[in-house]
T-cell receptor, first 115, second 114 residues
Framework: GAGVSQSPSNKVTEKGKDVELRCDPI?????LYWYRQSLGQGLEFLIY????????KSGLPSDRFSAERTGGSVSTLTIQRTQQEDSAVYLC?????????????FGAGSRLTVL | KQEVTQIPAALSVPEGENLVLNCSFT??????LQWFRQDPGKGLTSLLL?????REQTSGRLNASLDKSSGRSTLYIAASQPGDSATYLC?????????????FGQGTTLQVKP
């Protein structure tokens, strides 16, 4: 597509439920990144994919968080047994390659609210 | 710790004024420095990317500089307009390898008054 698409744009869930957030990167972009933006914390790196593999998942805050990417395209970020501190905007970005020379294009984000 | 700091946190200026946003980072061994703009409720828009071998980049009324030795970058906005009102984020290429992984500052929220 023309840009990075994320869904849902807003998600309200109850504590303890699982949620899935989807990212559809720009067609042809091999690298895909997940970030989290929460009040007072700024933007935090979670994980990035080069193709379908994740060379760096160091930012995932706990084992309740996981992500996968299939077909070198769409990625899903899954949060199990959600907690209130998981409330944030989850941003996805993609770039042509994973080298630092490439500009990242961000999606509009998925706002997660855990009650 | 690879920290990125932005000063000031917020800035309000009258339309037409030239302004400078500051970004500092603790590790001079960076691969690149990027400036982004974020409008309320929206994602990030890339403004300028400066590679470690470069000293500045320009796009229209925007000019970004990079001084690795002092660990500083500045974003200069000329002849500011109300439409420039947004949060501006700087981010350095982070990690031990040259990847697109970024470490962000907290941002400077700019308001340009008509």
């Amino acid at each position: 597509g023309a840009g990075v698409s994320q869904s849902p744009s807003n998600k309200v869930t109850e504590k303890g439920k699982d949620v899935e957030l989807r990212c559809d990167p720009i067609s042809g972009h091999t690298a895909l990144y997940w970030y989290r933006q929460s009040l007072g914390q700024g933007l935090e790196f979670l994980i990035y994919f080069q193709g379908n593999s994740a060379p760096d998942k160091s930012g995932l805050p706990s084992d309740r968080f996981s992500a996968e990417r299939t077909g070198g395209s769409v990625s899903t970020l899954t949060i199990q047994r959600t907690q209130q501190e998981d409330s944030a905007v989850y941003l996805c970005a993609s770039s042509l390659y994973s080298s630092g020379a490439n500009v990242l294009t961000f999606g509009a984000g998925s706002r997660l609210t855990v009650l | 710790k690879q920290e990125v700091t932005q000063i000031p946190a917020a800035l309000s200026v009258p339309e037409g004024e030239n302004l400078v946003l500051n970004c500092s980072f603790t590790d001079s061994a960076i691969y690149n420095l990027q400036w982004f703009r974020q409008d309320p409720g929206k994602g990030l828009t890339s403004l300028l990317l400066i590679q470690s071998s470069q000293r500045e980049q320009t796009s229209g009324r925007l000019n970004a500089s990079l001084d690795k030795s002092s660990g500083r970058s500045t974003l200069y906005i000329a002849a500011s307009q109300p439409g420039d009102s947004a949060t501006y984020l700087c981010a350095r290429g982070g990690g031990s390898s040259n990847t697109g992984k970024l470490i962000f500052g907290q941002g400077t929220t700019l308001q340009v008054k008509p």
